[in-house]
């Protein structure tokens, strides 16, 4: 079975899918290590982590690309992509779709707000027409190679516009043929509610949990009771590390050496183990020849 077909077949099952936020190889095979059934390569986490920037539409699809070859390159966990506005009009997203779908997309995410877009938690967003989205979503489906790579629809306009407006742009985005719905930042866990009770069971729906965002944090037993078939924890990591790494920095220039952090490291050893060092080293060791060139013969 393919990863796409998993995802797709996951969705569909009675357990809520988890995906957890990455940002590079290293993240996501920590957590494929874990166990996470499913990944999300957040813009906004190569923002934070490529630019050290906000997530303010600074990213260019060239940067997402090339992040999401690396992280397939290390795990084949199913890895859902934040692809932002798709770069442009409907003809870019289709290259946009067609590019990341090569390079490892089990499921592409378009969102509905003009460019340069904001990340769905900070203020003064603004959208697209509700048919230039309509046209983006069948632009992204008619490019992709398999029906098992899904197209997330994403609405801004709980923000913007209202709830209802939010269920409304969600509703024609679904009759354009996006296989997923997240309707982005509500800001109670009775609009959480209202969202699945109002689109119903026609397509998976996604939330997303920032901490420290507009939208209460639940966890995924409490989402899926609501119906809710994914959940993304996008930038948790990146809030994770960026503590750990002020404080590690902190330490550092404070005493002049890492003794006093040691305890909230990996040694030496336990990195090169986590990443797989001794096992390419042996596979490395399979590829060599004899002194002598193959068969023994000089060359």
């Not at 209202?194 to 920032?210: C, E, K, S, T």
């Amino acid at each position: 079975m393919s990863n796409q077909t998993s995802l797709k077949t996951m969705l569909r099952g009675p357990d809520i899918v988890l995906a957890s936020g990455v940002y590079d190889a290293l993240t996501a095979s920590l957590a494929t290590d874990a166990g996470f059934r499913a990944l999300y390569l957040s813009g906004a986490s190569i923002a934070y982590t490529r630019l050290g920037r906000p997530d303010i539409g600074l990213v260019t699809l060239s940067e997402v690309v090339e992040t999401l070859s690396l992280i397939r390159d290390r795990v084949a966990t199913p890895l859902i992509v934040d692809a932002d506005t798709g770069y442009g009009n409907a003809l870019n997203v289709q290259r946009t779709a067609r590019l990341m779908e090569r390079a490892g997309a089990t499921a592409i995410q378009l969102e509905d707000q003009t460019f340069p877009k904001r990340c769905g938690h900070l203020g003064d967003k603004s959208l697209v027409a509700t048919t230039e989205m309509v046209g983006k979503i069948k632009a992204a489906t008619d490019a992709r190679l398999s029906r098992e790579t899904l197209v997330i629809a994403r609405t801004d306009a709980v923000a913007v516009e209202g709830l209802d407006s939010a269920v409304e742009r969600a509703e024609r985005y679904a009759d354009a043929g996006a296989d997923v719905l997240f309707v982005e930042a509500p800001r109670k866990e009775v609009q959480l509610a209202a969202v699945r009770r109002r689109l119903g069971d026609r397509l998976p729906l996604m939330a997303n949990m920032v901490e420290g965002g507009q939208t209460p944090i639940l966890g995924k037993d409490k989402l899926q009771a609501l119906g809710f078939s994914l959940v993304i924890f996008p930038g948790g990591v990146v809030r994770a590390v960026a503590k750990a790494a002020k404080a590690f920095y902190e330490t550092l220039e404070r005493d002049g050496t890492t003794e006093a952090f040691r305890q909230n490291m990996f040694d030496f050893d336990a990195l090169n183990a986590i990443i797989g060092t001794p096992e390419m080293l042996e596979l490395g060791r399979t590829y060599e020849w004899p002194e002598n060139g193959p068969g023994g013969k000089t060359r």
